[in-house]
């Protein structure tokens, strides 16, 4: 490998020196590692294998690779170029992340420094093998290869050269290793920030080269990919592809908003020429034939450069607020990521002092849960599913109503319907009235005690009651459970949300998990207790609703039959209309009728039917007052009120230094992950401040301080920065909106008359910068720098408020 020297000409295209300040904070967010967590502005050189991607990098950058005709990319290659005092370059690795962490390790010990350029390619070589790539091993490897230049003759750039697309699997390149290369490719093509040189050699069809087709699909607008074309020397004068590549050159075959450009590759046989001799023979070629057509501003590596120079900064310009925003992200969740840790805990105090932290928070969320109040972020976002499972009051509340419908209908052993008809429905037996009065008559006919006729055994109630609130035991038990299994669930919510991973674990399996686990089967006894006087003690209320409630039945029960009786009697089918009568009645018949001298002659189906109104009255306020008692001494008192508790610093006192030691020591893993989190946020943190010193701010938005400055220079090229194609039709007039009429004000150290100012002059000047749109105040500006160019005074000359 060979570093040509480039002159000052070449560094002034890459990078015009009113704008490497905004370049150079790109590579410096690079050099500090931004680049691991955030997709960061970079160009990318594709293109199918053999079409001259390693000449048009070498061109750019001075640097030239193995370009022979059977050679091609084996791996993505990242050329990072420095500008610093000293000349230097190294060599280094970045394993792909689908590598086992072993091969990572070793792969990224690869780092190599040369205090000479001699000895590069043999470097690159040894980098090679260490992936693997072998004549006889893999051909092609996800690797990064970086190879970083430094020197005072260095652009600050980056540029990352891609593995030539294959059409096909030949004999040294298989199935997999096209399938390989396309993916890698599309890879780098997808992120939002590259921008692709779309290579295309003109000795082949461009039809027919895949590079156009995935550049199409990764950037369907054409916003961000400028197409190359390289050998045009290839083309036969006259013929009708040298004319249709001119039609592609001319943005009007393949659209790209960023356009087309033309380059005259080096032979590939031939032996190596120094860069200017390059661009001299370059510049003969397209100094004749069709390719005088088109504008200076397509044709050579010169040209190329300025317009690259252009593209990306107007790209790292539109990136820079979003670039912002996705750096306080990451940053932000890392902080939060290494807040979850705490601070570094050797010691039994610094356990100690985490675990009370961890305890605090956690008690502060499980009592505002209890109570039902929602003002925490952690109870965000109601509508997901995942939020309402941490609003615990709400899910105990549900969960209770849901309870007191299940018992209501599912409670009974046997339901009374009118019909004769039985069923089996769930726990629940149907059966008519007629038929349950015929049951409880045979249950008191074998109760018989000393009891006169017509009456029962008092016990006959309570031995009916408990078979018929026989499913309450499995209902209610099933319900505490669903309760305490919603609670656990809520409380691992929580310990997630307090704790780092590793000790979320730890006090989930030694202290919530136990605990826990003593809370069930306390519920379990309470409940059994709340159970018991319902299963063995006899029926015992002084509710009032007991006697209203038999009474009532009683009397909806005479109503019936009452109505009856008068349907029949006066031959009509509804009383509840008014209905006129022009016959002749026996009252006293309807007297006896309504007397019921035709009462029920069976002494013991009446006590029956008597004690299944006694029963059913009471089974209604036994139930009520059951429900009652599960949900507020077993699931408040038992449960929820215990939540707050299970981690209290008072119980973190009392632990033994051996279980402090067990949840909150630092394993190597929880060490390992708080010094990279705090690596991040040092380096996240840096980028934004990079970031920051290149934008404005007005009214919470973001705008690269680049445009404004961007604005300062009048175009003189064939193009402006807004529109990078140089056949694109520019407006006659164009202003950004920025641009704004101000009043410039002079300082109280000279008058413009005084001095000599132009004032019409003056107006562009302040109509350019517009201070006012962007809230700031300035007094020394690159604008006023310019002006002094132009004969303007500046020192103290202008002050915009």
Not at 104 to 117: D, I, M, P, Q, W
Not at 258 to 266: A, D, R, S, T, Y
Not at 281 to 303: C, H, K, M, N, V
Not at 661 to 685: N, P
Request: proline share 4%.
């Amino acid at each position: 490998m060979v570093v040509t020297t480039l002159h000052s000409r070449v560094l002034d295209e890459l990078c015009c020196n009113e704008r490497t300040d905004l370049m150079d904070s790109i590579d410096t967010l690079r050099s500090q590692g931004i680049n691991h967590f955030v997709s960061l502005p970079q160009i990318i050189v594709c293109g199918d294998q053999s079409s001259g991607k390693s000449s048009v990098l070498e061109a750019i950058s001075g640097v030239s690779f193995p370009i022979k005709s059977n050679l091609c990319t084996r791996f993505p290659t990242e050329l990072v170029l420095r500008r610093t005092p000293q000349a230097s370059a190294s060599v280094s690795i970045v394993p792909h992340h689908s590598r086992p962490d072993v091969e990572k390790t070793a792969l990224a010990g690869f780092h190599e420094e040369l205090k000479s350029f001699d000895g590069l390619s043999n470097l690159i070589e040894a980098a090679k093998s260490a992936m693997g790539i072998t004549s006889h091993g893999k051909a092609f490897s996800r690797d990064l290869l970086r190879v970083e230049i430094s020197g005072p003759d260095r652009p600050h750039l980056t540029i990352v050269d891609l593995p030539g697309l294959i059409h096909s699997e030949t004999k040294s390149q298989s199935a997999s290793d096209v399938g390989l290369i396309q993916e890698v490719v599309e890879s780098y093509m997808k992120e939002p920030r590259s921008i692709i040189l779309a290579v295309v050699s003109a000795k082949n069809d461009f039809a027919n080269q895949v590079v156009l087709k995935l550049a199409r699909s990764a950037d369907s607008s054409g916003n961000r990919t400028l197409g190359v074309i390289t050998k045009p020397d290839t083309l036969h004068p006259g013929s009708g592809s040298e004319s249709q590549y001119l039609s592609l050159a001319r943005n009007q075959e393949v659209e790209f908003r960023l356009g087309w450009h033309i380059l005259k590759n080096q032979d590939s046989e031939a032996t190596y020429e120094p860069l200017t001799k390059r661009d001299e023979r370059e510049a003969e070629f397209f100094a004749r034939g069709i390719w005088t057509d088109l504008p200076e501003s397509l044709l050579g590596i010169s040209q190329l450069r300025n317009r690259l120079s252009k593209v990306l900064l107007n790209h790292i310009t539109e990136e820079l607020p979003s670039l912002i925003e996705e750096i306080e992200t990451k940053r932000d969740g890392s902080r939060k990521r290494l807040e979850k840790l705490g601070v570094p805990r050797e010691t039994l105090q610094e356990q100690q002092r985490h675990l009370i932290g961890i305890s605090e928070s956690f008690q502060r969320l499980v009592r505002s849960a209890v109570d039902g109040n929602w003002d925490d972020l952690f109870f965000s976002d109601e509508k997901s599913t995942h939020s309402y499972g941490r609003r615990i009051r709400a899910v105990i509340r549900n969960l209770n109503e849901d309870f007191a419908k299940v018992l209501a209908t599912q409670g009974q052993r046997r339901h009374i319907v009118d019909s004769n008809h039985e069923c089996a429905l769930g726990t629940c037996l149907h059966v008519s009235r007629d038929d349950f009065v015929d049951y409880i008559r045979e249950k008191i006919r074998t109760s018989r005690g000393r009891e006169l006729p017509g009456l029962f055994h008092p016990m006959v109630v309570a031995d009916i009651f408990r078979e018929q609130a026989g499913p309450w035991e499995e209902l209610t038990r099933r319900h505490v459970r669903g309760c305490w299994q919603a609670c656990r669930k809520f409380l691992k919510h929580v310990i997630a949300h307090v704790a780092d991973a590793g000790t979320s674990s730890a006090i989930l399996h030694k202290i919530l998990q136990p605990t826990m686990d003593t809370i069930l089967r306390e519920l379990d006894a309470k409940t059994g207790e709340i159970l018991a006087p319902h299963q063995k003690s006899h029926p015992i209320t002084y509710n009032h609703y007991f006697t209203d409630t038999i009474q009532r039945v009683r009397r909806e029960r005479g109503r019936a039959q009452t109505a009856t009786v008068l349907r029949g009697f006066f031959s009509v089918s509804d009383l509840n209309v008014n209905t006129y009568l022009s016959d002749t009645y026996n009252l006293d018949n309807l007297l006896k009728l309504l007397t019921g001298d035709d009462a029920e002659p069976d002494m013991h189906r009446f006590a029956a039917s008597e004690a299944l109104d006694q029963m059913d009255a009471y089974y209604k306020v036994a139930m009520k007052r059951f429900l009652d008692d599960i949900a507020v001494q077993v699931i408040e008192v038992v449960l929820l009120a215990a939540l707050p508790a299970i981690l209290s610093p008072v119980k973190i006192f009392e632990m033994s230094s051996e279980l402090i030691a067990r949840i909150a020591g630092e394993s190597e893993d929880t060490r390992a992950q708080r010094h990279q989190l705090m690596k991040q946020v040092v380096v996240l943190s840096k980028g934004i401040e990079v970031c920051k010193e290149f934008v404005v701010f007005k009214d919470n938005d973001t705008v690269p301080l680049s445009v404004r400055e961007g604005q300062e220079e009048e175009d003189d090229d064939d193009y402006q920065t807004g529109d990078l194609n140089p056949l694109s039709e520019k407006p006659e007039t164009q202003r950004p909106a920025s641009a704004l009429p101000v009043v410039v004000q002079t300082s109280s150290h000279a008058s413009p008359t005084a001095k000599g100012i132009d004032l019409h002059q003056t107006t562009e000047i302040a109509e350019d910068l517009a201070p006012d749109v962007w809230g700031l105040t300035y007094s020394k500006t690159k604008k006023i720098k310019k002006a002094a160019k132009k004969k303007v005074p500046t020192k103290d000359a202008f002050c915009w408020e």
